[in-house]
Every structure is written in structure tokens, then in C-alpha cells.
């Protein structure tokens, strides 16, 4: 069985080696096994359960969610259903930041042809950006 130093695991996985090591001090990755020479040593079970982790993360996930996920798949006999409730509640987290950049884009894009790009004292951007009562955005 093949094992790997923090730094190759860093390489092979893309997670930075200080990430790693938070990752095993709250618990999401097991404190690996040492060398006489007290130097960290992780085997395949780890660097796929970091990939799964940088993925997710990379998807978002917040830990709360990355932490269940990793709590349910413990029981891979169980209905994934608690697995599906927190990938819909992401989707509807991505759907939601997708409507209000959408709204934000076309925004934007009124705010450049509404104006006839002249002076600043005419500039219908500065007049919108300072129309505080008529905010669409949250910020």
C-alpha cells in the first residue's frame, strides 16, 4: 500500500499542506500514522477523502455541510436523502447569487446606454450610483 508525505499530498490533492493540517486538527481528516523521524504519513484513504474534500469546498459547500456529508457517508447503507437535502439547499444558495448577478449585469449594462457618454457633470452612471432610494441590490 502506497503512502504519501504531506507534500506529496499537497501536490496530488491541491490542497495547500496548512489547509491539511487544520483539516486534521477540527477532524474532517484522521491525524495520519508517523515515521521514527515523526514525519507525517498518509495513505489512499486520505488523499481520496481530501480530494472529495477540496471538491467540495471547491463547490461551495460550507463545512457545516461538508462535516455532514462526511458524518452520512459513515453509513453507506442509509438513503441518501440528508446528502440530497444539502446539495438542494446549495442549489437554491447558487440559484439565488446567479438571479441577483443577472439583475446586477442588466444594471449595469442600462447604466452604459443610458448615458451619451459625455461629461462627468452629465454622467447618468454618477446620477444612478447616487440614488440611494431606488437600490435594487442587497449588499
Same mark, same amino acid.
Given at each position: 500500500?502506497?503512502?504519501?508525505?504531506?507534500?506529496?499530498? %499537497?501536490?496530488? %490533492?491541491?490542497? =495547500? *499542506?496548512?489547509?491539511? +493540517?487544520?483539516? !486534521?486538527?477540527?477532524?474532517?481528516?484522521?491525524?495520519?500514522?508517523?515515521?521514527?523521524g515523526n514525519? $507525517? +504519513?498518509? @495513505?489512499?484513504?486520505?488523499? #481520496? +477523502?481530501?480530494?472529495? &474534500?477540496?471538491?467540495?469546498?471547491?463547490?461551495?459547500?460550507?463545512?457545516?455541510?461538508? =462535516?455532514?456529508?462526511?458524518?452520512?457517508?459513515?453509513?453507506? !447503507?442509509?438513503?441518501?436523502? @440528508?446528502? @440530497?437535502?444539502? *446539495? +438542494?439547499?446549495?442549489?437554491?444558495? *447558487?440559484?439565488?447569487? &446567479?438571479?441577483?448577478?443577472? #439583475?446586477?449585469r442588466?444594471?449595469? =449594462?442600462?447604466?452604459?446606454? %443610458?448615458?451619451?457618454?459625455?461629461?462627468?457633470? !452629465?454622467? $447618468? *452612471?454618477?446620477?444612478?450610483? %447616487?440614488?440611494?432610494? #431606488?437600490?435594487?441590490?442587497?449588499?
Amino acid at each position: 500500500m502506497r503512502d504519501y508525505a504531506i507534500g506529496e499530498l %499537497s501536490s496530488l %490533492s491541491g490542497v =495547500k *499542506v496548512p489547509t491539511i +493540517r487544520y483539516y !486534521e486538527e477540527i477532524g474532517l481528516l484522521a491525524a495520519p500514522a508517523r515515521t521514527e523521524g515523526n514525519q $507525517r +504519513r498518509y @495513505d489512499g484513504e486520505a488523499l #481520496n +477523502r481530501l480530494r472529495f &474534500i477540496a471538491h467540495a469546498r471547491a463547490m461551495g459547500f460550507p463545512m457545516d455541510s461538508l =462535516k455532514a456529508m462526511l458524518r452520512i457517508a459513515r453509513h453507506p !447503507e442509509d438513503p441518501c436523502d @440528508d446528502i @440530497d437535502d444539502l *446539495v +438542494r439547499g446549495r442549489l437554491a444558495e *447558487v440559484e439565488e447569487r &446567479i438571479a441577483r448577478l443577472t #439583475n446586477l449585469r442588466a444594471e449595469l =449594462k442600462g447604466m452604459l446606454t %443610458s448615458h451619451a457618454h459625455g461629461k462627468v457633470a !452629465e454622467c $447618468r *452612471v454618477m446620477e444612478v450610483l %447616487s440614488d440611494h432610494d #431606488n437600490c435594487k441590490h442587497e449588499h
